[in-house]
């Protein structure tokens, strides 16, 4: 709930509105693990409270460590048994949590590991912040950054993620910046106009992968749904409304996607609107019988794009040796 919600849950409770910010506050800023953390409260209130309200906490199921970088990898546990994966990673500009949006995923990318047993549910926006405040607990660190590229497909989860990014910004909570978050979607194209709409200050990261139709639909059914081109009108028209520059994701799939005419025909997808295109070496799943492109073939590509003049990364890979991919973790436990 927000804060307003709360507050007129309160009073229908008969309980005073200052409560509900007392509670908020231990909510989302202190960060409490039940009410019962919640001192300055009546007892008889924390016991009405636990009685009414489920408390949405993280069990952590397993943690590694990568010894190359420090980044850490957690498989959190909610009530119903459903276990996702969040990833804490440290940066010069600050700490940086990735989490999922669903358990599992329905959109059966090629080259994923989330989506092999498709989807089991939706994360509800409790969920997807008890993500970073748990992380947040478990590292005493404060986290700056939050990017929802864990498992799931955040735009299919949408009403969820839109309350997940309104409390997690909010100035009574851990008021992280809207800049500081980014939201990857694999190209839900109606979705990306509605969340043009909501004025908010977010990166859009779109997965891409592949610059025609013919290529991506190989490797990503929900490209049979909407076009290329209907996916590049609703990218310029996200760009018009918020004046965000999109992040094209693009992994570097040996044979499949990482020729030079590869790479023009991105150029001219990403030159209209100035996009930043992020390769990343396609991680390998176990399941998949994807290969990464070679350090020569992946330097070439990026030269061909910086030659053109687009704004190219090739991502930085962190936690390689910990099961860095996506729902690999997870596959591993069940
Ligand atoms: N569903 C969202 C976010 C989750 S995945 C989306 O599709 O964007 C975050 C990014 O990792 C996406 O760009 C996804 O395509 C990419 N990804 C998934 N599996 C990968 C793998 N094995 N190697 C490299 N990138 C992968």
């Known amino acids: 709930m927000t804060l307003s919600e709360l507050t007129a849950e309160m009073e229908a409770f008969s309980e005073k509105a200052f409560r509900a910010k007392q509670c908020y506050e231990w909510m989302h800023k202190r960060l409490a693990c039940g009410f019962s953390e919640m001192t300055n409260l009546s007892k008889d209130f924390r016991e009405k409270c636990g009685n009414n309200y489920e408390y949405v906490i993280a069990e952590t199921v397993d943690v590694q460590e990568s010894k190359a970088d420090g980044t850490k990898k957690y498989l959190f546990r909610f009530l119903d048994g459903i276990m996702v994966e969040s990833v804490w990673m440290r940066y010069k500009h600050g700490n940086s949590v990735c989490i999922s949006s669903q358990a599992g995923c329905r959109m059966g990318c090629q080259f994923c590991a989330s989506t092999l047993d498709g989807l ?48 997690l910004t909010n100035e009574n909570g851990l008021h992280i910046s809207q800049r500081n978050i980014t939201v990857s979607t694999c190209g839900l194209v109606p979705e990306i106009y509605r969340l043009a709409e909501e004025k908010l200050q977010i990166t859009l ?6 610059a025609t139709d013919e290529k991506r639909r190989r490797i990503m059914p929900i490209a049979n749904r909407y076009s290329i081109k209907e996916l590049m009108e609703a990218c310029g028209c996200y760009f018009e409304k918020t004046g965000r520059r999109i992040t094209f994701e693009y992994s570097l799939m040996d044979g499949v996607n990482d020729t030079k005419e590869d790479a023009e025909q991105l150029i001219l997808l990403a030159k209209p609107f100035g996009c930043h295109v992020n390769l990343i070496p396609v991680n390998p799943v176990r399941e998949r019988h994807f290969v990464r492109s070679d350090v020569e073939k992946i330097e070439a590509f990026k030269n061909k794009l910086e ?3 687009i704004n190219v990364t090739i991502r930085r890979e962190m936690g390689r040796d910990i099961d860095g991919a996506c729902g690999q973790l997870r596959r591993r436990h069940i």
Do not use: C
Request: cysteine-free; glycine content about 4%.
């Open 120 to 167: 089991t549910r939706n994360l509800t926006p409790s969920e997807m912040l008890e993500q970073v405040y748990a992380i947040t607990r478990l590292t005493n660190e404060r986290v700056s950054n939050v990017v929802v590229m864990g498992m799931g497909e955040p735009l299919d989860n949408y009403d969820s993620l839109l309350r997940f990014i309104r409390l």
């Open 205 to 210: 990261a779109l997965s891409l992968h592949a």
């Open 307 to 309: 030659k053109n003049k």
